[in-house]
């Protein structure tokens, strides 16, 4: 069965930097593509990045672009967010979600498997 375990969120000040991590088991990194969403309170989840599973592509939302970088470390069956000059606008809870195969995907919808979530929230 797969699991993916979430880590690394906090509160954190307006412009510092977070790295989130996402724990897999169950499945061979590295095959499929990997993801991370987020969704604020009151508002629907949304698409931030996205990599294939071997990471050679990788696919950002706009709002995160040039800010945020998502990157795997098959050794360590993990998958990383990292967020810099954090924005309010970024709080939220993220996911790391996983797809059943190789290609990224922006869809929620067209993910299989997702983690439980894990708070991030930036003050201004």
């Known amino acids: 069965q797969v699991q993916l375990v979430e880590s690394g969120g906090g509160v954190v000040q307006a412009g510092a930097s977070l790295r989130l991590s996402c724990a897999a088991s169950?499945?061979?990194?590295?095959?499929?593509?990997m993801g991370w969403f987020r969704q604020a309170t009151g508002k629907e989840r949304e698409f931030v990045a996205s990599?294939?599973?071997?990471?050679?592509?990788?696919a950002y939302a706009e709002s995160v672009k040039g800010r945020f970088t998502i990157s795997g470390d098959n050794a360590k069956n993990t998958v990383y967010l990292q967020m810099s000059s954090l924005k309010p606008d970024d709080t939220g809870v993220y996911y790391c979600?996983?797809?059943?195969?190789?290609?990224?995907?922006?869809?929620?919808?067209?993910?299989?498997?997702w983690g439980q979530g894990t708070q991030v929230t930036v003050s201004s």
């Open positions: 979600a996983s797809r059943r195969i190789y290609y990224i995907s922006t869809n929620a919808g067209q993910y299989d498997y």
């Open positions: 169950g499945r061979t990194f590295g095959t499929y593509a």
């Open positions: 990599m294939t599973g071997s990471g050679e592509s990788t």
